[in-house]
């Protein structure tokens, strides 16, 4: 199967401070891909989807100020959680879509808020 | 919007037995439907998928059912083994562009 790449896997942080989440697709290129979190025992919850080249669309409740995404090539998007907090604590997990229409998943990022 | 209901929420096997798991969408416009499998700490890894125009796939001892007029697919996983032991999620989606509905998940346990 495909392989996304996500940096870091694992990030503590302090509650005020930002921190930036790397997404690689490393077999394909994708003009759009997807950001969710997974609170524990939960399913995936779509954040918002993000075009290369173009705006984020963000789900209802999620904030665009606050979750800065940054779509820079059909490989690469990066998730900032600004000014995190302690309920900002998550796995953060991005999904690509293959030109074939399947959606391959990272491995995710646990983020920490202290 | 698109709905998934998933059941049921956990499953317990003995080695060697089948499992199954249902899901019911209610977008009659979707036409893919992928299962994953998601371990503790990792995401979700894509295990088998069908798209609208086909009724069962089959992949070693996986197999997908779809029924597009009673709106729901399953995943059929036989001779069970421990390391199958993982959440699944099902999920649904209309258009490649768009992102996909997921189910709440099943956690399978199979036991020796």
């Known amino acids: 199967g495909a392989v996304v790449s996500q940096h870091p896997s694992r990030v503590i942080c302090k509650s005020g401070t930002s921190v930036k989440i790397e997404c690689r697709s490393l077999?394909?290129?994708?003009?759009?891909m997807f950001w969710y979190r997974q609170f524990p025992k939960q399913s995936l919850m779509l954040m918002a989807t993000s075009n290369e080249g173009s705006k984020a669309t963000y789900e209802q409740g999620v904030e665009k100020d606050k979750f800065l995404i940054n779509h820079a090539s059909l490989t690469l998007s990066t998730l900032t959680v600004t000014s995190a907090h302690p309920e900002d604590s998550s796995f953060y997990i991005c999904?690509?879509?293959?030109?074939?229409?399947?959606?391959?998943f990272g491995p995710g990022t646990r983020l920490t808020v202290t | 919007g698109e709905n998934v209901e998933q059941h049921p929420s956990t499953l317990s096997v003995q080695e060697g037995d089948s499992a199954v798991i249902k899901c019911t969408y209610s977008?009659?416009?979707?036409?893919?439907f992928p299962w994953y499998k998601q371990e503790l700490g990792k995401g979700p890894q894509l295990i088998i998928d069908?798209?609208?125009?086909?009724g069962e796939k089959k992949d070693q001892r996986i197999a997908v059912t779809l029924n597009k007029t009673a709106k729901h697919f399953s995943l059929h996983i036989t001779e069970t083994q421990p390391e199958d032991s993982a959440v699944y999620f099902c999920?649904?989606?209309?258009?490649?562009?768009?992102?996909?509905?997921f189910g709440k998940g099943t956690s399978l346990l199979v036991t020796p």
């Open positions: 977008d009659s416009a979707s036409n893919y």
């Open positions: 077999d394909f290129q994708a003009t759009t």
């Open positions: 999920a649904a989606r209309a258009n490649s562009g768009y992102a996909l509905n």
């Open positions: 069908i798209r609208s125009n086909v």
């Open positions: 999904g690509w879509t293959s030109g074939t229409g399947e959606q391959y």
